[in-house]
């Protein structure tokens, strides 16, 4: 079992930046691919970034490369979000998720544990 909390999310202007992080605690969770996903309601959740054990390779949305940053913390079994120059299209739920294995990092269905989420809200 892995348990995820996020923590970091807000309300912040357009072109600001905010931090998100996610602590992870159970067995072995620092080994896992770790994935952040965001999601606004009525849509399905929507790849953000990932980044594998100990966090040699990482991906990227396409439309978020450059802005958003994923990186981790494995001493503390902690990754983190680095958003900047967000605009209010990034308002959404952001959640962070662990996986293991094969499978395509992108996708919700690599994931088994998942955080209940922090909401980031911009404004314009």
């Known amino acids: 079992q892995v348990q995820l909390k996020e923590s970091g999310g807000g309300l912040v202007q357009a072109g600001g930046s905010l931090r998100l992080t996610c602590a992870a605690s159970?067995?072995?969770?620092?080994?896992?691919?770790m994935g952040w996903f965001r999601q606004v309601p009525g849509k399905e959740r929507e790849f953000v970034a990932a980044?594998?054990?100990?966090?040699?390779?990482?991906w990227y949305a396409d439309s978020l490369k450059g802005r958003f940053t994923i990186f981790r913390d494995n001493a503390k079994n902690m990754v983190s979000l680095q958003m900047n120059r967000l605009q209010p299209e990034d308002t959404a739920a952001y959640s962070c998720?662990?996986?293991?294995?094969?499978?395509?990092?992108?996708?919700?269905?690599?994931?088994?544990?998942w955080g209940q989420g922090t909401q980031v809200t911009v404004s314009s």
């Open positions: 998720a662990a996986g293991l294995g094969g499978g395509n990092v992108m996708q919700t269905d690599f994931y088994r544990y």
């Open positions: 980044s594998t054990w100990p966090g040699a390779n990482t």
């Open positions: 159970g067995r072995m969770a620092s080994t896992y691919t």
